[in-house]
């Protein structure tokens, strides 16, 4: 059986990560090793809510949370958590965001049938025919098939979305551990796209649903468009120069994490 690590990464949303906590029924815990919520440093009261829910819930599995030592960025934590993979052996890591955007569901045919480990990067596809989109607009959804657009011509392949709230990846293409140079922000994604592709890791999109109720967006479109663009265009210039070179404002060394609670509960692999 294959030993996969759900990561969640969480910031500022202590409404919505009960309800993402909720979605890891009987049934989904039964192809999870571990669960990590990470923590990037929130302001909220969310690391509370985490440990009251957790503590009330039966999991079968470990499940801990992490604090971020600094505010890393969306990006900054998934390298916290793909370090975190790479250092105690896991097989898989999947990302599923706080925010309750995105539904963990989606991925369980998948998990049932194994399809998941044909390739390297699993990802969930908000704008694949299947998809099902809950209070998202339809300007932002013409906005994001444009880039998807654009990223299909340059990687010549077929992309369907750049960067859900739902996503899975081996762990044998994050040994070389690739991704550190990448920025640290929500361009995170992005970057994993473009060198993804660079390195011909296998990429297979899979429809989702993905909700926007009570969430509060962090993305600026028109600033967003810029820095995809420039993004993009870097990339088409200069392939092997983009994923050598250093994308991030402030370069760390190591990105740390405390884990400040666990259930407490031994991993049975």
Not at 41 to 51: F, I, Q
Not at 125 to 131: C, N, P, Q, S
Not at 163 to 168: D, K, T, V, Y
């Amino acid at each position: 059986m294959n030993k996969i690590l759900l990561f969640i990464p969480m910031y500022n949303c202590e409404r919505q990560i009960v309800r993402v906590l909720g979605q890891l029924d009987e049934e989904i815990q039964k192809y999870l090793s571990e669960v990590i919520i990470i923590n990037n440093r929130s302001t909220d009261n969310g690391e509370a809510v985490v440990e009251e829910f957790v503590e009330k819930s039966k999991f079968m599995i470990p499940v801990s949370l992490l604090r971020n030592k600094e505010n890393y960025g969306l990006g900054g934590s998934h390298k916290v958590a793909f370090d975190y993979a790479l250092k105690n052996h896991f097989d898989y890591v999947i990302v599923l965001h706080g925010d309750d955007q995105g539904h963990i569901n989606n991925l369980l045919p998948y998990l049932k049938n194994k399809e998941y480990e044909k390739y390297d990067c699993f990802l969930g596809a908000r704008f694949k025919k299947g998809a099902q989109l809950d209070g998202y607009s339809a300007f932002r959804t013409l906005g994001n098939k444009v880039y998807n657009l654009l990223f299909s011509i340059v990687v010549n392949k077929k992309i369907y979305d750049l960067g859900s709230g739902l996503n899975m990846y081996a762990i044998g293409m994050l040994k070389d551990k690739f991704y550190l140079k990448y920025k640290d922000n929500l361009m995170f994604n992005y970057c994993m796209i473009l060198g993804a592709s660079y390195y011909k890791h296998k990429m297979f999109f899979f429809p989702i649903r993905w909700s926007e109720d009570d969430q509060v967006s962090n993305v600026k479109m028109v600033n967003q468009a810029i820095v995809v663009l420039k993004l993009l265009g870097s990339y088409v210039i200069n392939k092997r120069k983009f994923v050598e070179a250093e994308h991030r404002d402030n370069p760390l060394f190591k990105y740390e994490a405390e884990v400040i609670y666990t259930n407490e509960i031994k991993s049975a692999n």
